[in-house]
């Protein structure tokens, strides 16, 4: 079982929201093969909108995109992670979001599952995980939770011993949800209406994404 844990906090695993990835890291268990992507140690250009993902499957931008793309397109699961920045991701986790637009244009994580966490300095955190989980969702995976908190100082936690609990608690979940390969019926509305409305947008376009239209053919 391949689980890819993905942290786009700009202070990488040394800041809160790496302090929370480590305890949901420790859910995942022995028989999970980690692999931790760290946004911040590596080069993401931002979106340049060329459709050459549409039309050809890869990116042309010379970065590390295609490499996070293989890691999540070769997992069984997923783990998103980031602070809250003005109600949103971090900047470098909206960069890998933005430049995912061929994975979700396909849902090519469908048979997949993803798990959220976040921290922020205030307690507001409904908005963001609502956005990171329907990103899960876009790239046809499905969500089986998310563990998110405020922080009260560095790398610590109010009520920090049921955090953590709940943050490995939700690593195993993961893994779980990958063995028994679980369904949710709470999201499958969203996904099927969402599915739809990808296969009308690449058919529409047909002559011009040959990769994406191909792909539809050979997997949906």
């Known amino acids: 079982m391949k689980i890819t844990v993905i942290i786009g906090s700009p202070h990488g695993m040394h800041g809160n929201t790496g302090r929370l990835v480590e305890e949901v890291m420790a859910g995942l268990g022995a028989a999970a093969e980690l692999e931790l992507i760290d946004l911040s140690t590596l080069h993401l250009q931002p979106c340049l909108g060329c459709d050459a993902c549409h039309k050809n499957g890869s990116c042309r931008l010379p ?19 980031s602070p809250n920045y003005i109600f949103s991701v971090t900047a470098q986790l909206k960069t890998l979001f933005d430049r995912s637009s061929s994975l979700i244009h396909c849902l090519a994580l469908e048979g997949k599952y993803g798990a959220v966490a976040v921290t922020s300095g205030g307690a507001e955190h409904d908005e ?21 908190s405020q922080v009260s100082g560095r790398r610590s936690f109010p009520k920090q011993a049921e955090l953590f609990d709940k943050a490995r608690e939700l690593g195993s979940e ?16 969203y996904r099927g209406s969402f599915k739809a409305r990808m296969k009308r947008l690449v058919e ?4 011009d994404w040959d990769f994406e239209f191909q792909y539809w053919q050979e997997h949906h």
């Open 128 to 148: 963001l995980l609502r956005y990171m989980v329907r990103f899960i969702n876009s790239t046809g995976a499905q969500s089986v939770g998310s563990v998110s």
């Open 204 to 207: 529409s376009r047909k002559d």
């Open 174 to 189: 993961l893994c779980r949800c990958i063995r028994e390969q679980n369904h949710f019926p709470d999201q499958a509305g």
């Open 63 to 81: 970065d590390d995109y295609e490499m996070i793309k293989t890691s999540l397109l070769t997992c069984d699961g997923f783990v998103l992670a």
